[in-house]
Each structure stands twice: as structure tokens, then as C-alpha cells.
């Protein structure tokens, strides 16, 4: 279940995530009237911005068409996949070939010695 699947079902108001690419770090501070700077990093220069959902794609122009940034991308949050009986699937995955690994390089050392 996506974050904001959970939150329609509480009655929140749902926010998307976009990734802004900026010229100068210093005009960061120009995006806050669109909405939540959330990050920002200066050796890489890109804000991560929360913006609301039922605003986004016009917010995501409008911002894109500023003169100071370079891209506009959306988050990969929502496309996440929370659900416990995936991730335990990922888990065991992950056990697996742990498990394969050690077993080959036990294998390994005791041809060695």
C-alpha cells in the first residue's frame, strides 16, 4: 500500500513528491511558495519538494518553467511497494542467497585445507 493510499484512507490531504534541479542551490528558497522543501542538496543541487496532489501537474509546469531550474522529475515513492508480505519475499530472497554464498565459500575453504 502507497503512502498515499494511506493517507486518502485517514482523510489527509495527499502530497507528491518531485525532484527540482536547480542552476544555483540559492534559489531554493524561491520554490517555497509551491510547496515543502523536504531536502536539498548543494553538491548536487536539486530540492526534493512535497507539493499537493490535486495541484501537482500544474505546480510541476509552473515550476518548470522558471528560469532557474534545470529539470523537474517525480518522486518514486509512490511506487514503492509496502507491502509486508512482498517485503518478507524480499527477505527470504536476500536469506537465500546468503545462505548459497556461505555454503559455496565454506566449500572453498575446506578444499583448501
Known amino acids: 500500500m502507497s503512502i498515499n ?4 484512507s485517514v482523510g489527509l490531504q ?5 525532484i527540482v534541479y536547480l542552476d544555483n542551490i540559492s534559489n531554493q528558497y524561491r520554490l517555497r511558495k509551491y ?6 542538496s548543494k553538491k548536487m543541487k536539486y530540492c526534493v519538494i512535497y507539493i499537493d496532489n ?9 515550476i518548470a ?3 532557474f531550474v534545470k529539470m523537474v522529475e517525480d ?3 509512490d511506487k514503492i511497494d509496502l507491502d509486508s508480505a512482498y517485503i ?3 527477505i527470504q530472497d ?15 575453504e575446506d578444499l583448501y585445507n
Open 88 to 90: 518478507e519475499e524480499q
Open 35 to 40: 510547496g515543502d522543501i523536504v531536502y536539498f
Open 94 to 108: 536476500l536469506a537465500q542467497k546468503a545462505e548459497a554464498e556461505l555454503a559455496e565459500r565454506q566449500e572453498k
Open 65 to 67: 518553467n522558471l528560469d
Open 75 to 77: 518522486s518514486a515513492t
Open 54 to 62: 490535486n495541484d501537482a501537474e500544474k505546480i510541476k509546469d509552473e
Open 14 to 18: 495527499q502530497r507528491d513528491g518531485i
Open 5 to 8: 493510499e494511506e493517507l486518502k
